[in-house]
């Protein structure tokens, strides 16, 4: 069981990235293998539209994302942990999405070799928003949630979180838990 963690803010021990880890945990004490990526350190350019992935589903931009694609389709859950940056989510984590793009066909259908590692793989998703409103978020939920739900992926839930500064929500231990027991969940088949 391999669960991935994509950690999609620039601020390393930030809030995201401590609530990722949290999820991990619940991974790891649910048996998981684990592994994390962060966004920020790895160059990720955005997607070109450039329809060559349609016929071939491999992406030809020369960057580090084509290593995440294989990441992506050996991992059994994805837990993806990103802040709200203008209202959406941050220009590290639509990159990276955007690219998702490689493993489709022309139709949006899963490229038939990855189809089956695809199907059913778990999303989970973490976000943190400086507005004491979590719902400020609710864009960014709603673009891995339609993503999910058009690509019969397996949606596992989102932990919503609010908090400013950098490892405020350490202290905030009800969304620890929530993000722990996400983690479990990814874990879980
Ligand atoms: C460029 C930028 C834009 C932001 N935009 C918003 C926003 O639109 N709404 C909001 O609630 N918080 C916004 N924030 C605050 C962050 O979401 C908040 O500080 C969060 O805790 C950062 O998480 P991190 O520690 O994981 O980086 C913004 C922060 C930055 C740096």
Request: charge should be positive; include cysteine; proline fraction near 4%.
């Amino acid at each position: 069981m391999k669960v991935l963690g994509i950690m999609g803010s620039p601020r390393v021990g930030g809030n995201s990235d401590v609530l990722l880890d949290d999820a991990l945990a619940g991974g790891k004490e649910a048996g998981a293998q684990l592994e994390k990526i962060i966004l920020d350190r790895l160059k990720i350019s955005g997607c070109k539209d450039c329809k060559k992935c349609n016929d071939t589903g491999l992406c030809v931009l020369k960057d580090d994302m084509p290593e995440i694609h294989n990441k992506i389709l050996e991992a059994d859950a994805i837990i993806h942990s990103v802040p709200v940056y203008f209202w959406s989510m941050t220009a590290q984590m639509k990159a990276y999405l955007d690219r998702w793009c490689a493993l489709f066909d022309a139709e949006w259908k899963w490229h038939k070799a990855y189809y089956p590692k695809m199907k059913g793989k778990r999303i989970g998703l973490i976000t943190v928003c400086g507005d004491p409103d979590v719902h400020t978020a609710d864009p960014i939920v709603h673009s891995f949630k339609s993503t999910v739900d058009m690509t019969k992926m397996k949606w596992i839930g989102a932990v919503m979180a609010s908090a400013s500064e950098k490892g405020d929500i350490v202290r905030d231990a009800k969304v620890r838990e929530q993000a722990f027991e996400l983690g479990s969940k990814a874990a879980m088949p």
